[in-house]
């Protein structure tokens, strides 16, 4: 009988293990600009601290654990809770008033395995603790993406704020008018989370309920002072330090214990699952495990899966760039075809990847060459082009033609943008 991996859990093989080294690698390097340090943390806590930070209501909880229950032990499903355990446990917030810290592992949640999301995955995760300065989410969000940027990943910043027990709970009560006048129209989550967490509903991703709560009323238009001054100087400083983002108001992250700034990375180079990132603040957690009074912090996580998803990604469209051709000459006639035998050799000595037919077919059949090499443009010479001394260059992204004279140099630069 063979033996395989267990469904969710993947072997990292040499060959993709470079791509992993080099995300950790310049995730620790990009860290250190920002003055964090490295700490690891076991796979195993009690049960306890879990349900406590992520809340009992969450799916997390509820369905994804890997609990040993006679034993009242949980293989991690995040970072978070446990950075704070440790910074409580051993007394940090003694030795620095601002702790910088970030990890790297393995994380374990029973769900269906998806693209770049499996049930044993691994995360990068960097928290800063004892400061609630908006400019610390602003540096914190900045970071991101200048790891993200490093990493030559393409993403887009969305954010939010989720407000303070002060004014959330306002928001809430109008939320869940809101809600209960469409309930019938929700999933079976939805319903059940407007009794314990309604904020959920904004984003399920259920396209009936995404439909349903397309007009709820924003939490943005309802943060007390205190909360919409921060938000404010936090996008006052992001454009400060030019970092591009966007407002999302159905954005409220998956955890219980988040409030104030919340945000995400987004690609659209992973079909639905858009997200590489994201976390936010949570002020209140420290207290709540424990640890010192009005101890605010904020952070976030990265999947690494997905990350090295899209740098696979980067390297198939190079290979594929590689071996794409930058022009394809089509000479028609004999007179031509030997024209253009010495222009592809020219042109070739310029470094362009060049291809020609050496079999005198028709354009047409020449052209789909051309198409299934991948060729950028295409270079069409027959007799009446030779009697001008041109060619016509014509651009296949675009299909737009021009003439050009036959200079290997003219059209060289043309065909390279140089």
Not at 10 to 37: C, H, M, N, Y
Not at 164 to 170: F, G, I, Q
Not at 181 to 197: A, F, G, V
Request: glycine share 8%; net charge negative.
């Amino acid at each position: 009988m063979k033996i395989t991996a267990l469904n969710g859990f993947k072997d990292i093989l040499p060959g993709d293990i470079e791509l992993w080294q080099r995300v950790e690698s310049t995730a620790r390097e990009i860290f250190s600009r920002f003055q964090f340090s490295e700490l690891r943390l076991p796979i195993l806590e009690k049960t306890e601290l879990f349900a406590r930070s992520i809340g009992e209501a969450t799916d997390i909880v509820e369905k994804e654990m890997y609990t040993f229950v006679d034993k009242g032990v949980t293989m991690r499903p995040e970072t978070t809770a446990q950075m704070i355990r440790a910074y409580i446990e051993h007394g940090l917030y003694a030795q620095r008033p601002i702790q910088r810290l970030f990890t790297i592992g393995p994380m374990f949640r029973h769900e269906r395995p998806q693209l770049g999301r499996l049930r044993q995955f691994h995360q990068l995760d960097a928290e800063v603790l004892g400061t609630d300065n908006p400019r610390i989410d602003a540096e914190v969000m900045a970071m991101g993406s200048m790891l993200l940027e490093r990493l030559g990943i393409s993403v887009s910043l969305e954010m939010n704020s989720l407000g303070c027990p002060e004014c959330r709970p306002v928001f809430r009560q109008r939320l869940l008018a809101f809600l209960e006048e469409r309930m019938d129209h929700l999933c079976d989550d939805c319903k059940r989370r407007s009794t314990t967490n309604p904020l959920r509903a904004l984003d399920c991703k259920n396209p009936t309920c995404r439909e349903q709560v397309a007009d709820a009323p924003s939490i943005l238009d309802n943060l007390c002072e205190g909360c919409a001054d921060h938000f404010q100087v936090v996008r006052s400083c992001l454009d400060k330090l030019k970092v591009p983002y966007s407002l999302n108001k159905f954005m409220v992250r998956g955890l219980d214990y988040y409030c104030r700034t919340t945000f995400e990375f987004i690609t659209g180079d992973l079909g639905a699952q858009s997200a590489v990132g994201g976390g936010g603040r949570y002020d209140g957690l420290v207290e709540k495990l424990g640890g010192p009074k009005k101890t605010p912090g904020i952070g976030f996580a990265m999947g690494l899966e997905r990350l090295v998803l899209l740098l696979q990604q980067q390297e198939k469209e190079q290979e594929k760039r590689q071996e794409e051709l930058d022009i394809f000459v089509a000479g028609l006639g004999p007179v031509a075809s030997e024209v253009c035998f010495d222009l592809v050799h020219e042109l070739r000595k310029q470094g362009l990847r060049v291809g020609i037919d050496h079999e005198g077919k028709s354009l047409k059949s020449q052209m789909k060459q051309a198409d299934k090499a991948g060729a950028t443009h295409v270079l069409i010479v027959g007799e009446d082009e030779l009697a001008r001394g041109e060619g016509v260059l014509r651009n296949m992204t675009n299909q737009e033609q021009q003439d050009i004279a036959l200079d290997p140099q003219v059209i060289g630069t043309k065909v390279s943008g140089r």
